[in-house]
């Protein structure tokens, strides 16, 4: 018994595919969540990748009966709902699909957001002539029991739109997802020389800081499995990638092993980001945690699955 995560889509921004990212893949986020016993179905993030995973449905699922599942989007931005138009079971007469997801602007459905990728203007069905029952709920920091001794926990992150983080526990197993996401920072201006410095707003900036950056860290404690946003090394993220809403691999080791987290994977790949790249951070993070920390770090790629 137990629950596996299998990488259908691990890039950010924008599809990659080409001969530098043949080994950990050019689609951007969809993992599928399969549960024991009955290998029950839920699928994060609608990115790119989740065109191979509805193939495998088609074979996996589909003869089985039709397609009943559950979507849940950490936050629809483009890179995590582009797939959605070529999702296969979405065409398919008696398929049921619920999608999660939080909504940043109440004017703003999610429905709205999701389905109007198809439109004419984009895309050659429409969303009124899917055969698909598709039904949509905002989703929120909450708690859910989601059946069969499933639970699920969300929580906020740091990105420019609403983004949830996910904690799925399943027979004591615990994994976690950690991305988009970038650490609370300080909003002051906390450059004593310039005009409208207050030290007092600065300090309590700072302590607001700390204090999200702890919850996030309980909130993925102990975690058997956790994927991080890791986006940037350090020196890029200094070097004018704060505020993007990214984190960086240092912070994302550092803070994982803080929290006694087992296994970390590396995930939100740039789209610049080259195979023999990652294959050297790796090598290079691995070596720095080694004798230091007992956690097992790893790059999520395409293809791969990975027992929580
Ligand atoms: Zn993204
Ligand atoms: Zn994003």
Not at 265 to 287: C, G, Q
Request: aromatic share 12%.
């Amino acid at each position: 018994m137990g629950f596996r995560v299998t990488f259908w889509g691990v890039r950010g921004s924008i599809p990659c595919p080409g001969p530098n990212t043949v080994k950990y893949g050019g689609n951007t986020a969809c993992l599928e969540l399969r549960f024991d016993p009955d290998d029950r179905l839920i699928i994060l993030d609608a990115g790119s990748g989740i065109r191979e995973l509805a193939m495998s449905i088609m074979k996996r699922d589909l003869p089985r009966g039709p397609v009943k599942t559950k979507l849940f989007l950490t936050h629809t931005h483009w890179d995590h709902i582009m797939g959605f138009p070529f999702f296969t079971p979405i065409f398919i007469p008696n398929t049921e699909l619920e999608i999660y997801g939080p909504v940043t602007y109440e004017e703003d459905t999610l429905d709205k957001i999701v389905g109007d990728q198809l439109r004419y203007r984009y895309f050659p069905v429409r969303l009124e002539e899917l055969r698909a029952k598709i039904d949509y709920y905002h989703l929120k920091e909450s708690d859910k029991d989601l059946g069969g001794g499933i639970h699920l926990r969300t929580k906020y992150l740091n990105h420019p739109i609403l983004v949830l983080g996910y904690r799925f526990e399943f027979e004591g197993k615990v994994f976690c997802t950690m991305y988009d996401h970038e650490p609370f920072r300080n909003v002051f201006d906390a450059d004593p020389s310039s005009q409208g410095y207050d030290a007092a707003a600065v300090q309590e900036g700072e302590i607001a800081a700390q204090e999200e950056n702890q919850k996030v860290l309980e909130f993925f404690r102990g975690a058997d499995l956790l994927l991080h946003d890791t986006q940037y090394t350090h020196a890029e993220y200094l070097k004018g990638k704060t505020g993007w809403g990214h984190s960086s691999f240092e912070w994302a080791i550092n803070n994982a092993h803080r929290a006694g987290v087992k296994h970390l994977v590396l995930f939100h790949h740039d789209p610049e980001r080259k195979d023999a790249e990652l294959d050297a951070l790796l090598e290079k993070y691995r070596a720095a945690v080694k004798g230091k920390s007992r956690m097992r770090v790893s790059v999520a790629q395409e293809g791969k699955t990975i027992e929580v």
